[in-house]
């Protein structure tokens, strides 16, 4: 006898433990399977996923449960280094084994379920409570309606009082499961020549003209041939109505056969050869492939300027992963890279690269996950969920532009890919190459304490520099009457630029139109009420948007405060330098690429492929543009605001500025020396800026590096950020400050400093407190807040959720 220990793929804490199942005879299982079991005291079904397997179970004979079903034809959906790469990441991020694995499968396969209810006929003396007469009566003329209807009569926890009418037996309770598999099935028709009716309707279709379409789809297909209806529309001009007659008659068959998506044709892209490496790429590639044939291998940071060719690092160290039989991820931040980089990749290694990311449709992501699973391919690109692909042997994970923030997950579990990337490279034996022109700080401290290998490429090929940077003091502009966005320099410059023929980028870290709406009679800024923090204006739309929740709101007419008219609009967003650019430069062609511009799907490339096509003078954008684009004839820069990073409410501000404006400068001039870059500052004295004009990451590290070992920052600090968040104000601030109390009184040797409980902007209708906790120490930090935060969690009811965060860039 075999027993499955099974995890319940439930969202409650106190059910994320294994549970024993009989394996029924005669059924084949698999560790990482996904299964159907029945579930608690009423044998409800519930998807599972299978994690051991064992001869022995502790749970006696009549208790055991028996599995139902495996699901996924019996194929694993977690390999062995994803089910330990799960365990490792509930204990890194606090958070259950259950989220772990949702985050890791592939999106859309969960199983479904559904409830109906279902009247039963009624004795004639039967007494009912007024409230079952009352939930009768809902019925209507129907037998069956949807568990939802009731509970939205009778209120979510309405379940006990339908269990006691079950038992009274006025009613049953139904389950039903759903399963979306996202075939991509495509209808052959041909004929069936053996079939008695053929000659018959083959001279009836030849006599009379209105069976023309008869007699030519029997035609086409007498020869053996198989096609679909829209191939046999196509090529006869027909309408649907033969296919269906003779479909009806038996003389046409149908099959039905499966096809797996593909998200490009690599047939359309030309294939290219390896380059020939420059001394520091033939220097970094040798110490790469040392690396490779280590049994531990180290984390290796790529330490690249823009333009240095790192991406033609990856490819050749990806060859010969490829050439020892394993598989390589690509990892890139931003959607809007994808396809750029899919192409480079597609042009060396063909189609034996994949894509995966959130804008395809669930079905093109299903099936390069099975791509992934079955060998199909070798290389896949894509975001941080490229990451969890079922490869069997993973050889290299790479990591391009691997400072982005976007790595860092902001749902549970809220994961740093980087860690996550190491830990499964770990587990694969595999490479894991990060590479970056601007690394952040915490790898490259790590780089310089020899945790992480350190490797640098310090020029561009090709005989590129580096641009010339050039600080706008905007304080000056505006007290000689500039008042717009566009310095006078950076004016003067686009001018130039459109005399020559040559492009030009703009930067800005912001989309929208305005930064915010106010009134100016009384102060009252525009909030959005589920987030509690300000809308932005779009001029588009002419309505106020919360980027957190996605809120939207026409614009008021006049305050809801005070009532008066002087609404006004204030800071600048992307639209709005669309339009100022329009009025300053009326015969430029203008793209603008942000959040709002690439909602749909293909838009990213549409938008870059038009301007990498010469069909646009200007690309305005947000951080999208900054990073990993490469344009021969862009030769212009502008940094709008420098500022808005700046002054972020984080101990990274600064870095996250600095860097920014090196990735945004590094798209100028890639192929020659006219690279220009304007900073546009109302601080040209930040110690950013100056170190950004000189492009001085060396620099700038040290001095922001003093900064934080004074300030007690990460990595020479560790802090928890911990979040309690509920509906109900005061239910949550006063968890918030119990577990500050909590805390204090555990911290019996004073280790660490509490900070809080602070509360933050109302977000997506909940009430939110922090509460950071610093020691300079991780572990001991580790077990003063750990436990302390679990037994909150156990003790406060399910009202107030309790999050933990250790060393986020972001606290907010």
Not at 377 to 390: K, T
Not at 437 to 454: C, R, V
Not at 634 to 658: K, P, Q
């Amino acid at each position: 006898m075999m027993y499955a220990k099974v995890i319940v793929g439930l969202n409650q804490p106190e059910m994320d433990k294994l549970f024993d199942y009989r394996i029924p005879e005669g059924m084949t299982v698999e560790i990482g399977v996904r299964v159907i079991v029945p579930f608690g005291s009423r044998n409800k079904k519930a998807e599972g996923y299978v994690i051991s397997l064992s001869e022995k179970t502790e749970v006696s004979a009549d208790k055991i449960k028996e599995l139902l079903e495996v699901l996924d034809e019996g194929r694993p959906t977690f390999t062995p280094a994803l089910l330990d790469l799960a365990e490792w990441m509930k204990e890194r991020y606090f958070c259950t084994l259950n989220q772990c694995l949702q985050a890791i499968m592939p999106p859309g396969i969960r199983t479904k379920s559904s409830w109906t209810v279902s009247r039963k006929s009624l004795d004639a003396e039967t007494k009912l409570t007024p409230k079952e007469t009352a939930l009768l009566a809902l019925f209507g003329e129907r037998r069956e309606i949807p568990l939802e209807e009731v509970q939205a009569e009778f209120g979510g926890d309405c379940l006990t009082f339908l269990r006691k009418a079950e038992g009274k037996g006025l009613l049953a309770l139904k389950q039903e499961l759903h399963r979306s598999e996202y075939k991509n099935e495509k209808r052959l028709y041909s004929l069936d020549r053996d079939h008695p009716l053929l000659e018959a309707a083959w001279k009836k279709a030849e006599k009379e003209k209105r069976l023309e379409g008869q007699r030519l789809l029997l035609e086409y297909l007498a020869n053996g041939r198989e096609a679909t209806a829209a191939e046999l529309k196509e090529a006869l001009g027909i309408t649907d109505s033969p296919i269906k007659t003779l479909l009806k008659k038996g003389i046409l068959r149908e099959r039905r056969q499966t096809e797996r998506r593909n998200v490009f044709d690599a047939d359309t892209v030309e294939r290219t050869q390896p380059f020939t490496p420059t001394a520091e790429q033939a220097a970094a590639l040798s110490a790469l492939h040392r690396e490779l044939e280590q049994e531990e291998k180290k984390p290796v940071l790529l330490h690249g300027v823009t333009g240095s060719g790192k991406t033609e690092i990856y490819m050749q160290i990806i060859a010969e992963v490829l050439a020892r039989g394993e598989q390589a991820i690509v990892l890139v931040p931003e959607i809007a890279l994808t396809p750029l980089l899919a192409e480079r990749f597609v042009s060396r290694f063909g189609d034996a690269v994949s894509v995966t990311h959130s804008r395809l449709s669930m079905g093109e992501r299903v099936d390069q996950w099975k791509k992934a699973r079955d060998g199909e391919i070798s290389v896949v690109i894509g975001a941080r969920s490229a990451l969890f692909l079922p490869f069997p042997k993973v050889g290299a994970i790479i990591m391009d532009e691997a400072h982005e923030n976007s790595y860092v997950s902001d749902i549970t579990p809220k994961y740093d890919t980087k860690d996550v990337a190491a830990a499964l490279a770990k587990r694969y034996g595999a490479l894991f190459l990060m590479g970056t022109a601007t690394p952040d700080f915490i790898s490259y401290y790590k780089a310089k304490q020899g945790e992480f290998l350190l490797l640098e490429l310090k020029e561009r090929t090709g005989g590129g520099v580096l641009p010339r940077m050039l600080v706008t003091d905007m304080r000056k502009e505006l007290a000689e009457g500039n008042r717009s966005a566009f310095g006078r320099a950076l004016q003067a410059e686009i001018r130039r630029n459109l005399e020559k023929g040559e492009q030009t980028m703009l930067f800005l870290n912001r989309r929208g139109y305005a930064t915010f709406v106010s009134c100016r009679s009384c102060g009252h800024v525009m909030k959005c009420p589920e987030c509690d923090l300000t809308y932005t204006y779009h001029a588009k739309e002419h309505a106020l948007a919360c980027h957190y929740c996605g809120r939207r709101a026409p614009l008021p007419k006049v305050c809801p405060v005070c009532g008066s008219k002087y609404i006004r609009y204030f800071g600048t967003g992307t639209q709005k330098i669309e339009e100022e650019a329009g009025k300053l430069f009326p015969e430029a062609r203008i793209l603008r690429m942000d959040l709002d511009t690439t909602l749909t799907k293909h838009s990213h490339e549409k938008i870059l492929a038009a301007f990498a096509a010469g069909e646009a003078d200007i690309l305005i954008g947000t951080q999208m543009i900054a990073k990993g684009h490469d344009y021969p004839n862009v030769t212009l820069v502008g940094i709008m605001a420098a500022d808005l990073s700046l002054n972020a409410d984080s101990f990274t501000a600064a870095e996250t500025g600095f860097r920014l404006m090196l990735q945004a400068a590094g798209r100028a001039g890639r192929r020659d020396d006219r690279g220009r870059v304007f900073l546009q500052t109302y601080q040209p004295q930040h110690y950013a800026v100056q170190y950004a004009a000189k492009q001085d990451y060396e620099g700038f590290y040290e001095e922001e590096m003093l900064m934080r070992q004074m300030m007690g920052y990460p990595p020479f600090s560790a802090f928890f950020s911990i979040l309690l968040t509920g509906a109900a104000q005061e239910e949550a601030a006063q968890a918030a400050q119990e577990l500050a109390e909590r805390l204090a009184q555990a911290d019996e040797e004073e280790i660490a400093t509490i900070l809080g409980p602070t509360a933050l902007p109302k977000f997506r209708g909940e009430y939110r407190y922090q509460i950071i906790v610093k020691a300079a120490e991780e572990e001991p930090l580790r077990q003063l807040v750990l436990p302390t935060a679990e037994r909150m969690k156990k003790e406060r009811n399910r009202n107030v959720r309790v999050g933990l965060a250790l060393n986020p860039t972001n606290i907010v």
